[in-house]
T-cell receptor, first 109, second 117 residues
Framework: SQQGEEDPQALSIQEGENATMNCSYK?????LQWYRQNSGRGLVHLIL?????REKHSGRLRVTLDTSKKSSSLLITASRAADTASYFC?????????FGTGTSLTVIP | GAGVSQSPSNKVTEKGKDVELRCDPI?????LYWYRQRLGQGLEFLIY????????KSGLPSDRFSAERTGESVSTLTIQRTQQEDSAVYLC???????????????FGSGTRLTVV
């Protein structure tokens, strides 16, 4: 069974707007990561947040983690057309990551 | 190598045939993972290898699926007597160390798109 679920399943925004995606998971975790996938092939690691962290930034990305609610959010600021992709959260209750179903983001130029 | 390499990138096979997919991880990465992704779906964990330890096969969907890895190098995923439901992209990933609560990000290959006709 999958650990994480992203919400919304699909998101369409205008270039320059911010995009927010949410992830909920089921069990206690050690770490949570966000990945991007273009064109249904390999995933690219974006950011890792540890269970004792609440917020992390990387460039235009901001990730929050609320372990009491078992949820995380990914914010992409000032979106670009090149951000169009599917975004997955991945949780590691043990030694390997389990991935959610993804949010498909479309940024309209 | 510089990245995780998977071959072939695409494979079309007839139902009932066996297929072998190959993954060449980043040199020095002790952990290697296989995932399956059906069209429009999330990633489904299949199996992971950590060094010379016994692999975690808990995600393999049936006994038609098997995987091997020699030491910390190449891994092969074999699907016997393929079925149409096996059609998917098979993704391989590696990371420097496992057994650390997922403390390291994965580097993914570009995947093998398997189509069973």
């Amino acid at each position: 069974s999958q650990q994480g679920e992203e919400d919304p399943q699909a998101l369409s925004i205008q270039e320059g707007e911010n995009a927010t995606m949410n992830c909920s998971y089921k069990t206690s975790i050690n770490n949570l990561q966000w990945y991007r996938q273009n064109s249904g092939r390999g995933l690219v690691h974006l950011i890792l947040i540890r269970s004792n962290e609440r917020e992390k930034h990387s460039g235009r990305l901001r990730v929050t983690l609320d372990t009491s609610k078992k949820s995380s959010s990914l914010l992409i600021t000032a979106s670009r057309a090149a951000d169009t992709a599917s975004y997955f959260c991945a949780t590691a209750p043990g030694n390997q990551f389990y991935f959610g179903t993804g949010t498909s983001l479309t940024v309209i130029p | 190598g510089a990245g995780v390499s998977q071959s072939p990138s695409n494979k079309v096979t007839e139902k009932g045939k066996d297929v072998e997919l190959r993954c060449d991880p980043i040199s020095g990465h002790t952990a290697l993972y296989w995932y399956r992704q059906r069209l429009g779906q999330g990633l489904e964990f299949l199996i992971y290898f950590q060094g010379n330890s016994a692999p975690d096969k808990s995600g393999l969907p049936s006994d038609r699926f098997s995987a091997e890895r020699t030491g910390e190098s190449v891994s092969t995923l074999t699907i016997q007597r393929t079925q149409q439901e096996d059609s998917a992209v098979y993704l391989c990933a590696s990371s420097p160390v496992s057994g650390t609560g997922g403390a390291y990000g994965y580097t993914f290959g570009s995947g093998t798109r398997l189509t069973v006709v």
